[in-house]
């Protein structure tokens, strides 16, 4: 979908008035823009909390241990600790119902149980159930009448993944894999990322991953672009396989004359040509990435992941909603090998990668997803990378998390 852009227009001028007239007018206020609303995207612009019914990464599965770790997720606020009678991770919503005080500051006073600072009630770490108030003796008749919702948990990746949303039938959740990328849960591989919460709402930054305009000139002053030459504009069209929306280049532009204005180019005496439009173009992509047969090089699909493809490894984000003003940042760069390129790759990104990639390099991002301020918009061109998610969002099946809701 193309709309041209156009000037915005000013509020009119109060009129002149006679001496006479002695009515009382309102003050000119700001600027006017005019633009479109995301009323066409109705799904999508109630999803500021994000969807229900899918699994979120949350934290990394070594940060959580004896000690209470508090997550919130679609505006849920979950507590994570590590049951000591099994080693596994357990969610539970981070509210004692006596009086609303976090369970994420309690003890751990017994066995596989997490206490309320307030008042010592104890909570079973497997099921919720209220196994014993402290101050109120061994025979407390509270007990076993009341329960805190428990949230399904799986690691995977090193990471914490929380399920938000309804259980099946049979009181299970869906398979955490059906919100991995299948080439991350069948295949040996070997990762480094970052994990961290941002300012601005998830959708910005989800946007900002997929759109197509903003990486050509915003990342040209990135570190880690120094040595790589950045289009100055491409022809781009969307393709979606098996519930991926993938950006296709049919035309990459490295310089242009622009009428009127000048000639725009990134190209420098001391940058190389950049990577193909897509990872198996030159026939030297990993085995599992050229098995993925990808037409273009950044992809995304729901509750909110981008991958990026380069030929020797893959870049993933994962946007997870924590309330309408933040949204949780995790990173992961990917590659397929083991042994003593496991160990180089592993040494490289975090003496230089986690820096300058994820750290710089996408640091640009959260600038621009910070200080967004939209609805309205003046869409232009490049933009159907931003609508073909919309509409994909309106389309798909999808169960809105219109209210921070408290587990099952």
């Given at each position: 979908?193309?709309?041209?852009?156009?000037?915005?227009?000013?509020?009119?001028?109060?009129?002149?008035?006679?001496?006479?007239?002695?009515?009382?007018?309102?003050?000119?206020?700001?600027?006017?823009?005019?633009?479109?609303?995301?009323?066409?995207?109705?799904?999508y612009?109630?999803?500021?909390?994000?969807?229900?019914?899918?699994?979120?990464?949350?934290?990394?599965?070594?940060?959580?241990?004896?000690?209470?770790?508090?997550?919130?997720i679609?505006?849920?606020?979950?507590v994570?600790?590590?049951?000591?009678?099994?080693?596994?991770?357990?969610?539970?919503?981070?509210?004692?119902?006596?009086?609303?005080?976090?369970?994420?500051?309690?003890?751990?006073?017994?066995?596989?149980?997490?206490?309320?600072?307030?008042?010592?009630?104890?909570?079973?770490?497997?099921?919720?159930?209220?196994?014993?108030?402290i101050?109120?003796?061994?025979?407390?008749?509270?007990?076993?009448?009341?329960?805190?919702?428990?949230?399904?948990?799986?690691e995977?990746?090193?990471?914490?993944?929380?399920?938000?949303?309804?259980?099946?039938?049979d009181?299970?959740?869906?398979p955490?894999?059906?919100?991995?990328?299948?080439?991350?849960?069948?295949?040996?591989?070997?990762?480094?990322?970052?994990?961290?919460?941002?300012?601005?709402?998830?959708?910005?930054?989800?946007e900002?991953?997929?759109?197509?305009?903003?990486?050509?000139?915003l990342?040209?002053?990135?570190?880690?672009?120094?040595?790589?030459?950045?289009?100055?504009?491409?022809?781009?069209?969307?393709?979606e396989?098996?519930?991926?929306?993938?950006?296709?280049?049919?035309?990459?532009?490295?310089?242009?004359?622009?009428?009127?204005?000048?000639?725009?180019?990134?190209?420098?005496?001391?940058?190389?040509?950049?990577?193909?439009?897509?990872?198996?173009?030159?026939g030297?992509?990993?085995?599992?990435?050229?098995?993925?047969?990808?037409?273009?090089?950044?992809?995304?699909?729901?509750?909110?992941?981008?991958?990026?493809?380069?030929?020797?490894?893959?870049?993933?984000?994962?946007?997870?909603?924590?309330?309408?003003?933040?949204?949780?940042?995790?990173?992961?760069?990917?590659?397929?090998?083991?042994?003593?390129?496991?160990?180089?790759?592993?040494?490289?990104?975090?003496?230089?990668?986690?820096?300058?990639f994820?750290?710089?390099?996408?640091?640009?991002?959260?600038?621009?997803?910070?200080?967004?301020?939209?609805?309205?918009?003046?869409?232009?061109?490049?933009?159907?990378?931003?609508?073909?998610?919309?509409?994909?969002i309106?389309?798909?099946?999808?169960v809105?998390?219109?209210?921070?809701?408290?587990?099952h």
């Amino acid at each position: 979908m193309t709309t041209e852009a156009a000037p915005d227009e000013v509020a009119p001028r109060r009129p002149r008035l006679s001496r006479r007239y002695v009515e009382r007018v309102a003050e000119p206020g700001p600027p006017v823009q005019t633009g479109s609303d995301w009323s066409t995207w109705s799904t999508y612009d109630r999803a500021e909390l994000g969807f229900r019914d899918h699994w979120y990464p949350a934290v990394w599965a070594h940060e959580v241990g004896r000690t209470p770790v508090p997550v919130t997720i679609c505006g849920e606020k979950v507590v994570l600790v590590r049951d000591d009678r099994t080693g596994a991770i357990k969610g539970l919503h981070d509210r004692c119902p006596h009086r609303g005080v976090p369970l994420s500051l309690g003890r751990r006073q017994f066995p596989g149980t997490i206490s309320c600072p307030y008042h010592g009630w104890t909570y079973d770490l497997e099921d919720g159930r209220l196994a014993a108030v402290i101050t109120d003796g061994p025979d407390s008749p509270i007990c076993g009448k009341v329960s805190v919702a428990t949230y399904p948990v799986q690691e995977r990746l090193g990471l914490v993944f929380v399920y938000i949303g309804e259980l099946r039938e049979d009181g299970t959740p869906p398979p955490v894999e059906d919100d991995i990328p299948a080439e991350l849960t069948q295949n040996t591989l070997v990762l480094g990322g970052r994990n961290e919460i941002r300012d601005g709402n998830w959708r910005f930054a989800a946007e900002n991953g997929f759109d197509e305009g903003h990486a050509k000139y915003l990342h040209n002053t990135a570190l880690w672009r120094l040595f790589k030459v950045m289009p100055t504009w491409n022809r781009t069209r969307i393709v979606e396989r098996d519930g991926w929306l993938i950006r296709v280049q049919d035309e990459v532009h490295w310089e242009a004359e622009f009428p009127g204005v000048g000639r725009f180019s990134n190209k420098r005496w001391w940058k190389r040509m950049p990577l193909p439009d897509r990872p198996g173009k030159n026939g030297d992509a990993n085995p599992v990435i050229a098995a993925l047969d990808l037409p273009g090089f950044v992809s995304i699909r729901l509750p909110g992941i981008l991958r990026v493809a380069y030929p020797q490894f893959l870049h993933y984000e994962w946007y997870v909603p924590v309330d309408a003003d933040h949204v949780r940042y995790v990173q992961l760069m990917v590659r397929f090998e083991t042994g003593w390129k496991a160990a180089a790759f592993k040494a490289t990104y975090l003496t230089a990668i986690r820096w300058l990639f994820h750290g710089q390099f996408t640091a640009q991002d959260a600038w621009m997803v910070d200080v967004m301020d939209s609805p309205p918009e003046r869409l232009y061109r490049p933009d159907l990378s931003l609508t073909a998610w919309r509409k994909h969002i309106e389309d798909s099946d999808v169960v809105v998390q219109t209210v921070a809701r408290r587990g099952h």
